[in-house]
């Protein structure tokens, strides 16, 4: 792959190499406390409302200037 480069100035802003650990952790969480709820008389909680955003060891996507960071590209 000589010829592969980046054609978008797009890149992940994070220091960790994989978020697979915390994913991992995250949904043995969620399924836990589905677990724990009693389904006859609750309704399940919002997996959205279990989640800890600022837990995860990433902070998005960010765009940058190709031209001022070109080793990037």
Do not use: V
């Not at 724990?36 to 997996?47: H, I, Q, R, W, Y």
């Amino acid at each position: 792959m000589a010829r592969a480069y980046r054609k978008t100035p797009i890149t992940g802003m994070t220091k960790a190499d994989s978020d697979e650990r915390f994913k991992k952790a995250e949904h043995r969480r969620e399924r836990r406390k589905l677990k724990e709820t009693d389904l006859t008389g609750e309704t399940p909680a919002d997996s959205q409302n279990l989640r800890q955003p600022l837990g995860h060891p990433k902070d998005g996507k960010r765009w940058y200037d190709s031209k001022r960071f070109p080793q990037i590209m």
